[in-house]
């Protein structure tokens, strides 16, 4: 995901990379998605943007449908994200570990992640406070009706222990490091 830079106060000091003007809420990014230096969209590829500006750029369409594409490609090897929903409309994978749903849009070029216990009270009232413009609502409720409907895969308890545990080692690590600078 691309880098945003804040001052010692928080305030966010990045700037968009289509208006040139200081970043704020909600805005658009991707992480570094296009390998090739020569393709014309490659400086937009890892590089912070408004929302409404994204909204309004002429290569919208082109750079969600090229990110669609490159997403889809690579859930296909992906071992811990397996793709369990795909049409013209939206791509979505599961990841067994952290037993949640990413929902990535073709028009918007967006994505979500909803845990599964989530799933249906997202897809029938919850998923307008995760919107972030109109145009990532309408690509969303374009894909809704048949999101619904996904059969969920089998819970694996092994794999979220395994994560759970991993990420209480590192817990205890980095409280061992904050211990020994205090020293
Ligand atoms: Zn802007």
Redesign the pocket.
């Known amino acids: 995901m691309a880098l945003i830079i804040q001052d010692e106060d928080g305030n966010i000091e990045s700037?968009?990379?289509?208006?040139?003007?200081i970043?704020c809420e909600p805005?658009y990014a991707t992480s570094h998605f296009i390998a090739d230096s020569n393709h014309p969209l490659f400086e937009f590829s890892d590089a912070p943007?408004?929302w409404?500006?994204?909204a309004l750029w002429p290569d919208q369409t082109a750079f969600a449908d090229l990110l669609f594409q490159t997403k889809a490609q690579n859930a296909a090897n992906d071992e811990l994200w397996t793709v369990i929903f795909q049409n013209q409309t939206a791509l979505v994978t599961y990841g067994r570990a952290v037993a949640e749903l990413d929902v990535l849009l073709r028009k918007s070029g967006s994505s979500f992640r909803v845990h599964r216990d989530n799933w249906r009270n997202w897809c029938e009232s919850d998923w307008p406070r995760d919107v972030s413009h109109s145009l990532e609502a309408r690509a969303l409720s374009e894909a809704l009706p048949l999101l619904k409907d996904i059969t969920l895969p089998p819970r694996d308890l092994r794999a979220e222990a395994r994560l759970s545990d991993l990420l209480k080692k590192l817990l205890k690590q980095s409280e061992g490091c904050s211990g020994n600078d205090s020293i």
């Open positions: 700037t968009c990379c289509l208006c040139g003007e970043l805005f943007m408004h409404s500006c994204y």
